[in-house]
């Protein structure tokens, strides 16, 4: 059975991710969600030394009650957890998901997610994780880690969900690029959505000579392409184009090539994903 790996946090993202994990369950026909959340120990009082100020007596008792402490925080954390899991299976039972299975985890988001996702066809992740700093629109921490080490491909949920009815592939020309239209042409998820292809090329270029061969690609699979060249940087121009246009989602590579090959996994991936209010998928 094909299966969906939702990671979940403490964050607002939580609702949107399932959601948006929901929406592909239903699109692949109903495929399993498997919801993981990953406690990671975070640094408190329990774990700096205060001896150095103390009597021995002194420094005795309060390291024993700040581990006392640092134990009821993660029986806290643990329960927590749980708890958020829970209701997740009960938004995703409330969304018409049918198969669905939970895990909590200790130690590293990344590896923990890469570890499970071995049998996973798509990630679902949010655009920031707990900790983000949403006045500078920082991103979440371990979004670009999980970017750039999974194989499989990463929808990064936006704020809230909306119906996705239409989508845009970003594309420059390059080989990747080109592997992303035939995975856009052969993912049952994206069938009968209204299909946009866009690049961003130079004053003169001839983007549309660029697009005509992943257009065909798109339109021998069934799914016709409206094409359209934007001109400008790479972020700021599509970041206004889906906007303006009413995408519901941005599919892009993970690697770029030529005026793109920072697009991901650089600054102008962080740009474009804290620009664009809508989910991105990103493909291999």
Same mark, same amino acid.
């Given at each position: ?12 993202? *939580? ?9 592909a369950s239903d699109r692949l026909g109903g495929a399993a969600v498997h ?8 640094? *408190? ?13 002194? #420094? ?27 209701? #997740? ?40 994780? #707990? ?10 921490? *371990? ?12 929808? +990064? ?6 119906? =996705?009815?239409?989508?845009?592939? /970003? ?8 592997? +992303? +239209? ?15 292809? =866009? ?6 270029? /001839? ?28 972020? /700021? /121009? =599509? ?11 941005? +599919? ?25 209010? =809508?989910?991105?998928?990103? #493909?291999?």
């Amino acid at each position: 059975m094909t299966t969906i790996l939702a990671c979940i946090d403490a964050s607002i993202y *939580n609702e949107s991710v399932l959601d948006h994990a929901a929406w592909a369950s239903d699109r692949l026909g109903g495929a399993a969600v498997h919801v993981l959340h990953v406690l990671s120990r975070q640094p *408190n009082e329990a774990s700096a030394d205060h001896s150095g100020a103390l009597g021995v007596d002194a #420094a005795d008792a309060l390291l024993r009650e700040l581990a006392a402490l640092d134990e009821q925080r993660g029986r806290l954390a643990l329960q927590r957890g749980r708890a958020m899991l829970d209701a #997740a299976e009960a938004r995703l039972r409330a969304a018409g998901v049918a198969h669905s299975s939970t895990a909590q985890r200790h130690g590293s988001l990344v590896d923990t997610i890469i570890e499970h996702e071995a049998g996973a066809d798509l990630v679902v992740i949010g655009k920031r994780g #707990a900790r983000a700093d949403f006045a500078t629109g920082h991103l979440g921490a *371990n979004l670009e880690r999980v970017l750039r080490a999974s194989p499989r491909p990463v929808l +990064v949920a936006s704020r809230a969900f909306r119906s =996705i009815r239409r989508f845009a592939i /970003a594309y420059d020309g390059g080989p990747t690029a080109l592997k +992303v +239209v035939e995975f856009v042409a052969k993912h049952p998820a994206l069938d009968g959505l209204e299909c946009h292809l =866009i690049t961003v090329a130079p004053a003169g270029g /001839a983007g549309e000579t660029l697009l005509a061969t992943p257009a065909a690609v798109l339109a021998r699979a069934g799914k016709p392409a409206t094409v359209t060249v934007l001109r400008g940087e790479v972020d /700021a /121009a =599509i970041a206004a184009h889906v906007s303006a246009a009413e995408m519901d989602l941005l +599919v892009m590579g993970a690697y770029g090539h030529g005026r793109l090959r920072a697009m991901m996994l650089g600054s102008t991936t962080t740009a474009l994903l804290r620009a664009c209010r =809508i989910p991105v998928l990103v #493909a291999r």
